[in-house]
């Protein structure tokens, strides 16, 4: 399936992270110097070498230039190096497995015969010229359908509330520039995934405060990685007595990268956590028909009767994940809040989509019988299969994880391979992974509070996730640091 690494080949670089535990210096950035005396958990970069943010290619730049150019220069590193030896089972047989990059690689087939076919292709004037900015009616119809009838909605979903831009990357974005002042801040529960320190961060000059969870169950929990009332209680308290305004909070369902898929009533206790502190809701439902398991039962939460505060809760998603298009860039919001759905909308023209891609995905949304019948039926029977397949290795390896049925990836437990606790290790290993042929995503870029979980991508075809079987059993003999001490 995969291979542990044995050696590390040369020197490591920084786990791929964009969210350091560390503020930024008071040198960079908008706004930022009269923050730099709070100390709360904001998730920025660590700009420790101001040498190099003061190199001479970067002398062009403004401070939030540097200060975005940072986050290219730290956070991509992986991602350049698989783009440069990138596996290809005809070109470069040798090359990296990318097991990182959450993408569904199983269903290329039928989505390019649906997007070939002839009824999605047209060209009229209308779709040649500037749109409306909220996107072309015809789309946000087809959009508020489509959320009616796949998250079960109690009655029709309003095409005026929907907002189309490219991708929730962008609607993270925007909503945290036009929810939050500079220098305020989201909750967000931790392991998260990372890029959201990013998207909040830019434009907005939003942070994060972590709610961190623990991969122990204690107390009332009931899994690992819990998240309850009394954690986002704890976390608002403290940025409180720190200083921070907190504006709102980011919920993923189901869960990058736990897996994690909120119950009804969890949700609602959530939304009713947020309404009695006036705190905005932002969630993420980007993996929602991407649900393989039918025991995991998933309620969307545009399904809940009577939303606590609806002039609060924004939901979004987008086809990136579900139907495997993340180069096509969608994405949709839903709010009630009419001025939240205009401030957004004003900000598409920067981040909008061609007219000729908007008529693609409303032929797409409307296809109900080739949804129902074709597409989704198959697309699950493939991630149960590629799951099935990666699930089985690791527990022939003797590797611990977290799967619960939903998203493209396993969160996988290697800290008996650490020889010591400490992120320091994480990354070696992470770099050794990454020696030996594969990409894969570490703890720490997840801002995951205990080193040594890394999040495995199995959503991709078989010959590449078998490529490093022949290994599997030499790895567990002689990978594990801990293991051979006791």
């Known amino acids: 399936m995969f291979t542990l690494p044995q050696e590390e080949s040369r020197a490591p670089a920084p786990c791929p992270s964009p969210a350091s535990t560390q503020d930024l210096d008071s040198n960079y950035g908008d706004g930022l110097e009269r923050e730099r005396s ?75 015969r649906r997007l070939s076919q002839s009824d999605m292709l047209r060209v009229e004037p209308s779709l040649l010229q500037y749109p409306d900015w909220r996107g072309h009616p015809f789309l946000r119809e087809e959009v508020a359908r489509f959320l009616s009838f796949y998250c079960k909605s109690p009655a029709p979903l309003k095409p005026e509330n929907v907002v189309v831009l490219n991708g929730c990357a962008s609607l993270f974005s925007a909503l945290a520039t036009v929810l939050c002042e500079v220098g305020e801040a989201f909750l967000i529960p931790a392991p998260y995934y990372g890029a959201i320190t990013q998207h909040v961060y830019l434009y907005g000059n939003v942070r994060l405060v972590c709610v961190y969870l623990d991969s122990e169950v204690t107390g009332l929990d009931t899994r690992p990685f819990q998240l309850t009332v009394e954690k986002l209680e704890t976390a608002l308290q403290r940025a409180n007595s720190e200083g921070v305004k907190v504006k709102g909070l980011i919920l993923i369902n189901p869960h990058n990268p736990l897996g994690d898929i909120y119950s009804p009533g969890e949700l609602r206790d959530y939304l009713e956590f947020a309404k009695r502190h006036e705190l905005h809701v932002m969630v993420d439902e980007v993996y929602m028909l991407s649900v393989f398991e039918k025991s995991a039962a998933y309620r969307s939460v545009l399904s809940l009767e009577g939303l606590p505060d609806p002039q609060r809760t924004h939901v979004m998603w987008a086809t990136s994940k579900d139907f495997g298009m993340s180069g096509l860039r969608f994405g949709t919001l839903y709010t009630e809040n009419r001025d939240v759905a205009t401030a957004v909308a004003s900000l598409c023209r920067y981040h909008g989509l061609s007219g000729l891609v908007q008529y693609q995905m409303a032929q797409l949304l409307r296809d109900r019988d080739w949804i129902n019948q074709v597409y989704l039926p198959e697309n699950h029977a493939r991630l149960k299969a590629a799951h099935s397949y990666v699930a089985g ?30 992120f320091k290790e994480e990354t070696l290993l992470w770099r050794r992974f990454l020696d030996n042929k594969v990409l894969l995503s570490c703890g720490k870029t997840f801002e995951c509070k205990e080193p ?35």
């Not at 596996?87 to 039928?110: R, V």
């Not at 998203?407 to 606790?421: H, M, Q, S, T």
């Open 38 to 112: 709070r100390k709360p958990d904001w998730k920025l970069p660590e700009l420790c070498d101001s040498t190099t943010m003061l190199s001479p290619d970067s002398s062009y730049l403004s401070s939030r230039g540097r200060v975005i150019k940072w986050f290219w220069d730290s956070a991509e590193e992986g991602y350049r190096t698989y783009h440069m030896d990138e596996y290809d089972e005809d070109k470069n047989p040798s090359g990296i497995i990318n097991l990182g990059t959450s993408e569904n690689k199983l269903c290329f087939d039928l989505l390019s």
């Open 393 to 422: 290795e690791l527990r022939a390896l003797g590797i611990p994880f977290l799967s619960r049925g939903a998203g493209f990836f396993i969160w996988v437990d290697l800290r008996k391979f650490l020889p010591e606790a400490t």
């Open 452 to 486: 040594g979980w890394f999040r495995l991508v199995f959503s991709d075809k078989a010959h590449r996730l078998c490529l490093g079987k022949r290994e599997e059993q030499h790895v567990k003999e002689r990978t594990c640091p801990r293991n051979k001490q006791e």
